[in-house]
Every structure is written in structure tokens, then in C-alpha cells.
């Protein structure tokens, strides 16, 4: 029951709200944050009692829902989804506090969006049945689309309409590649079932069938990743995206791509994913590069954050499809990390933007002087972002690269330039807002962090010292899963041959 109570108390919280009159903000507020720590507080437990040792799911509950067609409501966790639950419980106040002032239009209508958003993802980490998976995947892309929609920027309707056409395009393939897979197990075994242990236990024979399921999984995740070059939605959502939006959709949503890969595609399609393999390696390297690259020349400090996640996810990729426990684990626990770090960074250049009402870089210099305490909090997230040994960066950059290097030596020596690249765009950025000479008047009266902002950044500072220092901690939780992934991956890729 505890793993139903952290994954809908968000939603059961929002619909409690919808009670409340509109007119009461701060209740709306203060209550919606309380209900999004409550659900944090709930799904501590989870990593203190998860054992590290066990590659099998825990907290596992099974309930028929439609018996007849095989759906059922199976969730559970493992080393895989442990760490992204808890990021999602613990991005979700810190979102939501972050909006504290930046949003003040339709307040009541907000928390109760962003609550159900978190509903959504922790339902896409728990799921164990593909049909309850599926459902928990498209109700994120609602929510998503109203918090750019309704509370983004100039162009948010745009961004929003972008946003949902791309995902739209690869959900739609996905459930013809999840009833395919339904009707040929049924076929095969004589049992119809969505459940992924079941459909996971089973040997697909590699052909043309195998490929195309595995196409059409695959593109659905390479575009929520995104997975140059599919990326092209990521910018605009960013950009337009109020800032609790932007840390959620960076720190969450794209992982749910990611975590796709490794819950479904490299279990259920061994031979498809070892014959794309090199291909995605590729992808990645290029994305790596390029979001790099475009990254440096952006004048406008969120676009340079979001053209970073590009590069950051393409590490992830990578570290994913080397298919060895180095690159696995690393790809993981960078997952992790880049929830924190780039999560950080949309925060604090959220923070600006209330004082200065611009994001422009050239419209800054100077800040140090005037707010020092920021521009310290705001270095060492760029370091940590940038892969700085001792922070939580250079952990997963470092594992994947390892992992990497086992694989494709070129390939991983042109991956190992986008850390070069990432010391490039966010140092040169940080020299440029917040060192030299005070050249705009506007900035001589910013005042510094507030105690609500302090108390937003410093538990995330924290865990990017904690996770540099002692990546073991959340390592270890991960191991056991990512070798019996391997190892399953390569005994059934082996049993067809």
C-alpha cells in the first residue's frame, strides 16, 4: 500500500483543492506544497527499506482491473525506478515553491495541475503492466501542456502545441508496438497479458516483428528524451515554460524517455536493441556535440540550459546502450544528477528573471558584488553541471565514459570533448552574468536570496555534495538490478541464436 500512497496522494491532494475557493492563494499554495512534502515524506521509506542486494521488484502490489483482457494494476520498484521516484517526490515541492511568486494568475487551477503532473510520473516509474504504464504516460502530456500553455511565456502556445504533437506522434506508435506485443504472446504462450514480468520472462524471436516493436517503443522515448535529432521540441517548451514547469519537464519528464529504454526496450527487445546499439551510441555522440556547441553561442540563459540537457541526455543514452554495469549505473545515477543540476539552474535563472524580467546574458555583469550569496550558489551549480570532480556530475560523466570506452574507443573520446564543450558554455556564461564591471543601473538594487530561496536551493546543493562524495549511497541501490538487466538482456538475446 505505501508505494499507492506516495504515487496518488498528489492527485487526491488536488482534488481536495479543487474545493477550496480560488480566492484563498496563499491556502491554495501553502496546502499544495504541504501535500507535494507529505508525499516526499511517505516515499522516504522506500530508499531505507529498498534493499540493495535483491534485483527482483519490492513493494510489489498485484490487483486484477480487468481481468478479462489481462490489465491489471501491478506496480512495484527496483534498482532502476527506486532513485527516479524519489527525485520526482523530491523536485515536486521545490517546483512548487519556486512558483510562489512567479505565478499569480489562476493559482488554484496551477497547484492542482502540478500535483496531478506528479501523479502522472510516479505512476510511469511504479507501473509493472503496460496498459496501466500507457495510461500514466499520456496523463503527464496534459498537465505538461496547460503549465506551458496556460502559464508560459509569449510563444506558449506554440510551445505547448509542439510539445504535445511530437510526444503525441511517438505515444501513438508505441501502443500499436504494446498491442502487437500483447497479441503475439498471447498467441505464442496462450496467455493474454500486459504484465511486464510476464512479457519480459518471454522470448521474442528476432525478425522484422521484433524490429518494428522495438522502432516504435524506441521512438516514442527518443523523443520524450529527447534523442537528437528529436530534440527540436525541447527548446521552445523550455523557453516558454514557467519556471516550476521548466524544472519539472528537465528534472523529470525527460527521464521518463530514458528510464523507457531501460524498463522496455533492452528487456522485451534484446536483439533489436543490440542491433541498434551502435546506432543510438552514435546519436548520443552527436547530441552530446552538438547540444554543446549550440549551447555556447545562446544569448539567452534558459535556451543555453535547455540546449545543455541535449548534451546531458546524450550522456545518459550513452551510458545506457554500452550494456555493461559501468555505463548502466553511471547512465542511472546521471539521471539523478541531471535532475539536480540543470533543475538548479532553471531555478536560479527563474530567480533573475523575477528581479530583472529578462534572461538575456548580455543584460547582466556585475552580479557578484551586488549578490553575492546567489553567484556562489550559482557557481557551484554550474561546476557541478559541468562534471567537476567532488560534485555529482563527474560521477555518472565518469562511469559512462568507462563504460564507453569499453565499446567504442573513438566514440567515447569524441563524447569525452562535450565535457570540454559544457566547461566552455557555462563558465563563459557565468563570467559573463556575474563577473567585470556593473553596466546596466537596473542591477544595483537586486537584492540577494530570500529565506524562501535558500530554502529551495541549499537541499539541492546538498545532495550535489552528497552525491559527488559518496556516490555509494545511491549507487549501491542500483547495482544488483543493472546486472541481472545485463544478464538477461544477453541470455535471451543468446537463446534465439
Excluded at 110 to 132: A, K, R
Aim: proline share 4%.
Amino acid at each position: 500500500m505505501l508505494l499507492s500512497a506516495v504515487t496518488f496522494l498528489p492527485a487526491l491532494g488536488a482534488l481536495a483543492l479543487l474545493f477550496v475557493p480560488r480566492r484563498f492563494t496563499g491556502l491554495l499554495r501553502a496546502s499544495a506544497l504541504a501535500i507535494a512534502i507529505l508525499t516526499l515524506a511517505l516515499a522516504l521509506p522506500l530508499y531505507f527499506q529498498f534493499d540493495g542486494d535483491r534485483a527482483d521488484f519490492q513493494f510489489e502490489e498485484s490487483r486484477p482491473w480487468m481481468p478479462t483482457l489481462g490489465v491489471s494494476y501491478h506496480i512495484g520498484i527496483d534498482g532502476i525506478s527506486l532513485l527516479l521516484v524519489l527525485l520526482t517526490a523530491f523536485l515536486t515541492p521545490l517546483a512548487l515553491a519556486s512558483a510562489w511568486r512567479a505565478i499569480e494568475d489562476r493559482v488554484k487551477e496551477f497547484v492542482v495541475t502540478m500535483l496531478i503532473l506528479e501523479t502522472g510520473m510516479l505512476g510511469v516509474f511504479v507501473s509493472l503492466d503496460l496498459f496501466l504504464f500507457y495510461v500514466f504516460w499520456e496523463a503527464t502530456l496534459i498537465p505538461m501542456y496547460f503549465v506551458i500553455g496556460v502559464w508560459g511565456g509569449r510563444d506558449r502556445i506554440y510551445a505547448a502545441v509542439k510539445f504535445v504533437l511530437y510526444t503525441m506522434v511517438g505515444s501513438v506508435l508505441m501502443l500499436v508496438a504494446i498491442l502487437a506485443l500483447y497479441y503475439r504472446h498471447g498467441a505464442a504462450t496462450g496467455l493474454y497479458t500486459f504484465d511486464l514480468p510476464a512479457l519480459a520472462r518471454w522470448v521474442l524471436a528476432p525478425g522484422p516483428a521484433q524490429t518494428l516493436m522495438f522502432l516504435a517503443f524506441a521512438l516514442a522515448f527518443a523523443i520524450k528524451v529527447p534523442l537528437f535529432p528529436f530534440h527540436t521540441w525541447l527548446p521552445d517548451a523550455h523557453v516558454e515554460a514557467p519556471t516550476a514547469g521548466s524544472v519539472i519537464l528537465a528534472g523529470v519528464l525527460l527521464k521518463m524517455g530514458t528510464y523507457g529504454f531501460l524498463r522496455f526496450c533492452l528487456p522485451l527487445f534484446p536483439d533489436a536493441s543490440l542491433a541498434f546499439g551502435p546506432a543510438v551510441f552514435a546519436l548520443s555522440v552527436i547530441g552530446i556535440v552538438y547540444g554543446a556547441w549550440v549551447s555556447t553561442v545562446q544569448p539567452d540563459m534558459k535556451k543555453l540550459v535547455a540546449y545543455s540537457s541535449v548534451s546531458h541526455l546524450g550522456f545518459v543514452m550513452l551510458g545506457i546502450f554500452t550494456l555493461n554495469q559501468q555505463g548502466l549505473v553511471g547512465g542511472l545515477i546521471q539521471m539523478v544528477n541531471h535532475g539536480l543540476s540543470t533543475g538548479a539552474l532553471f531555478l536560479m535563472v527563474g530567480m533573475i528573471y523575477e528581479r530583472r524580467h529578462t534572461r538575456l546574458i548580455a543584460d547582466f555583469g556585475g552580479l557578484w558584488k551586488v549578490l553575492p550569496a546567489f553567484s556562489a550558489i550559482f557557481l557551484v551549480v554550474a561546476l557541478s553541471s559541468l562534471g567537476l570532480p567532488g560534485l555529482n556530475g563527474f560521477v555518472g560523466e565518469f562511469l559512462i565514459l568507462v563504460g564507453a570506452f569499453q565499446r567504442s574507443l573513438w566514440l567515447a573520446a569524441i563524447a569525452t570533448s562535450g565535457i570540454i564543450f559544457a566547461a566552455v558554455y557555462l563558465l563563459w556564461m557565468y563570467q559573463r552574468v556575474i563577473f567585470g564591471g556593473i553596466t546596466h543601473e537596473e542591477n544595483r538594487g537586486l537584492r540577494d536570496l530570500t529565506a524562501r530561496e535558500w530554502a529551495v536551493l541549499v537541499p539541492v546543493v546538498v545532495f550535489i555534495v552528497w552525491i559527488g562524495v559518496y556516490p555509494a549511497a545511491f549507487t549501491g541501490k542500483t547495482e544488483a538490478t543493472v546486472e541481472a538487466l545485463i544478464a538477461q538482456v544477453q541470455a535471451k538475446a543468446s537463446a534465439v541464436r
